[in-house]
T-cell receptor, first 112, second 111 residues
Framework: GQQLNQSPQSMFIQEGEDVSMNCTSSSIFNTWLWYKQDPGEGPVLLIALYKAGELTSNGRLTAQFGITRKDSFLNISASIPSDVGIYFC????????????FGDGTTLTVKP | EPEVTQTPSHQVTQMGQEVILRCVPISNHLYFYWYRQILGQKVEFLVSFYNNEISEKSEIFDDQFSVERPDGSNFTLKIRSTKLEDSAMYFCASVGEETQYFGPGTRLLVL
């Protein structure tokens, strides 16, 4: 089956620093989604990417859909304490109907 | 803003008992999903549902699992005879506008 490798597994940063995480896949996806999950809650969609090369921002978050369609990155600029959580990438092959394949997650800790 | 809702938020059950997890997807969405997340692990796909039938299922979704859309709004996951390893968060999701939206989850604990 499709596998996503997400890195890094965890990050410990100071408030104000920028953060970068990425996902790579052995096969192509037609949609990349980035989610944030707080403990005991469901994944909350941050950014959705639909075209290879697409670069999309949502406030301090920026994500890109890789040209090869096999990778994506998420950047967070000027981190704040509430950015703490687990960030997951997810790829869909069939955008409107298919399952999401999730990465293992990046656990972000922000020190004030 | 429309959202996916799930009930109950928590369920504790004895091994071997049946459980039914309920979801109300976003109203104009047509594709529905169940995922599970074992504590500390990633989200795993269980099953997708479209037009009143299963469109895809994973190897996790064995004969103990079933899904149903009993009316126009609810989408349920039934586990017939729960096992200890079924303890997890179960998330419902629905797709609309080319994006998948997740519910808040049901935490299932099997004792």
């Amino acid at each position: 089956g499709q596998q996503l490798n997400q890195s890094p597994q965890s990050m410990f940063i100071q408030e104000g620093e920028d953060v970068s995480m990425n996902c790579t896949s052995s096969s192509i996806f037609n949609t990349w989604l980035w989610y944030k999950q707080d403990p005991g809650e469901g994944p909350v969609l941050l950014i959705a990417l639909y075209k290879a090369g697409e670069l999309t921002s949502n406030g301090r978050l920026t994500a890109q859909f890789g040209i090869t369609r096999k990778d994506s990155f998420l950047n967070i600029s000027a981190s704040i304490p509430s950015d703490v959580g687990i960030y997951f990438c997810a790829g869909l092959f069939n955008t409107n109907a298919g399952k999401s394949t999730f990465g293992d997650g990046t656990t972000l800790t922000v020190k004030p | 803003e429309p959202e996916v809702t799930q009930t109950p938020s928590h369920q504790v059950t004895q091994m071997g008992q049946e459980v039914i997890l309920r979801c109300v997807p976003i109203s104009n969405h047509l594709y529905f999903y169940w995922y599970r997340q074992i504590l500390g692990q990633k989200v795993e796909f269980l099953v997708s549902f479209y037009n009143n039938e299963i469109s895809e299922k994973s190897e996790i979704f064995d004969d103990q699992f079933s899904v149903e859309r009993p009316d126009g709004s609810n989408f349920t996951l039934k586990i017939r005879s729960t096992k200890l390893e079924d303890s997890a968060m179960y998330f419902c999701a629905s797709v609309g506008e080319e994006t998948q939206y997740f519910g808040p989850g049901t935490r299932l604990l099997v004792l």
